[in-house]
């Protein structure tokens, strides 16, 4: 069983482009080599020395993203290390795309800091609305409830993507929109990282309003509320039409 540990450790590996070309080649190629393949047979296409391959396999193993075991020749010889990718035993909502799509925002915030930029954690959730979510520039602030609540259910959607399975209630006169956020894809990390967990999470949630035409929407969000549970306070800031 792959821990949440192991998820995030697999996120911040394949933030590597060595790393992830190396993974999607023994997937690729899964289907000729069942049994997996040595990082000699790999170091070629990945233009790289054997030892730098077998350096990353192996990383990537202890991670639980490839696994590996000792194979013996038809002659005589040194038993051959093979390496092919994890089962996945995880549903894609609740495993793999949480961990592609965190994978993904590492890799473009250690990108933009390799560029000199700073990137805290709330940019780099912003980062990642604005370069993957669609824009409505055309858009202007909900001016009704039912305009409101449908671009908070377009937060609502981005959020399923993520992992999760919000819940959502009203008050105000339906201007204020609570979330619960429970069983976070990457509870684990949250509960030593809270800052860099939530501070993502906070922005993914303040851009994908902005993409949907919110961009003056409050947000506020609650860590920890219960043991596995988050709150997130979503509130619009223009006045509604009257009548």
Not at 81 to 86: C, G, L, M, T
Not at 106 to 120: D, F, I, N
Not at 162 to 179: F, I, K, L, M, N
């Amino acid at each position: 069983m792959v821990t949440t540990q192991q998820q995030y450790d697999a996120a911040a590996l394949l933030a590597s482009p060595v790393r992830r070309f190396l993974v999607e080649l023994l997937e690729a190629t899964a289907g000729d080599h069942p049994e997996g393949r040595t990082a000699a047979e790999l170091a070629p296409d990945a233009d790289l020395h054997v030892s730098t391959v077998r350096f990353h396999l192996d990383q990537l193993v202890a991670a639980g993203v490839l696994e590996s075991s000792f194979q013996r020749r038809q002659s005589a010889g040194r038993p051959r290390k093979v390496y092919r990718p994890a089962p996945r035993t995880a549903p894609p909502a609740a495993g793999r795309e949480p961990l592609r799509l965190l994978t993904q925002l590492l890799a473009e915030a250690m990108t933009a800091s390799v560029h000199g930029e700073k990137v805290t954690p709330f940019e780099a959730g912003r980062r990642w609305a604005r370069e993957h979510l669609a824009s409505h520039p055309e858009r202007t602030p909900a001016d009704s409830t039912g305009v409101w609540l449908g671009r908070v259910g377009e937060v609502i959607d981005v959020l399923e993507d993520w992992g999760y399975q919000p819940e959502v209630s009203t008050s105000d006169g339906g201007r204020t929109a609570r979330v619960e956020l429970t069983d976070c894809p990457f509870l684990d990390l949250a509960r030593d990282n809270e800052a860099v967990v939530c501070g993502v999470h906070r922005g993914l949630i303040a851009e994908s309003l902005a993409q949907a035409g919110e961009s003056e929407a409050q947000v506020a969000l609650e860590p920890f509320v219960t043991e596995n549970r988050c709150l997130a306070h979503i509130r619009t800031t223009t006045p509604f039409r009257s009548g």
